[in-house]
Every structure is written in C-alpha cells, then in structure tokens.
C-alpha cells in the first residue's frame, strides 16, 4: 500500500520561505514521476512543479519558475519543495503526488497515489 505523507506547509508573510517535505512509503514505481500539485478554494487542481528520471529531469509552472526548487531523494522516495519569495496568490493546500506509469508530468490524471495536502498561507 502506498502512502504518501506531507509535512511543512503553515503560514508566511509574503516574501517568506517555506520548505514543503513529501515521504513516500511502499512506493516501488521509482523510475515515474513525482510532484507537487495544488489547489486554491474555488479553483482547479494545478501541477506546481515535478521531478523525474531522464531528460530535464524537472518541470516547474512558469508562475513559480525562479522562486521553487523541486529535490527528490530516488533512494529515500522523498520529494522536498523549497519555496521563496513567496506570494499570495501562492496560498492554496499543496498536495505530494507519485505516479505508477509514464505520463505528461503536468497533468493531475498521471498521478495515482496523491496525498492528504498540506495549507500554504500567504499574507500581504
């Protein structure tokens, strides 16, 4: 059974710094993808950023683009979001996913095994 378990999010000032942790337990599909989603109240599900075997080996939303460092630990099936500069409009629950097969990184409907989420909150 996978789970998928994430910790770190809360509450910042804008300008602040979050560091967002995900530990993935009876995960063996280590050669697909893992990422970052979330989702702000009233609106759909976005991918964030992703980390993955071969090529870029990453994919970050052009909206966090030079603020969002996505790491992944293939050993440890840990995936870390350090998030800078943050803004507003980057409040919403974050949510840790992994997937079982190949598919585009972006897009929600890769993922099979999601986690509970965790609140980010930015003030102005």
């Known amino acids: 059974q996978v789970q998928l378990v994430e910790s770190g999010g809360g509450s910042v000032q804008a300008g602040g710094s979050l560091r967002l942790s995900c530990v993935a337990s009876g995960y063996g599909y280590s050669g697909n993808s893992m990422g970052w989603f979330r989702q702000a109240p009233g609106q759909e599900r976005e991918a964030v950023a992703a980390?993955?075997?071969?090529?870029?080996?990453?994919y970050y939303a052009d909206s966090v683009k030079g603020r969002f460092t996505i790491s992944r630990d293939y050993a440890k099936n840990t995936l870390d979001l350090e998030m800078n500069n943050l803004k507003p409009d980057d409040t919403a629950m974050y949510y840790c996913a992994a997937a079982r097969h190949y598919g585009p990184v972006a897009e929600a409907q890769t993922y099979a095994f999601w986690g509970q989420g965790t609140q980010v909150t930015v003030s102005s």
């Open positions: 980390a993955f075997p071969g090529g870029p080996g990453v």
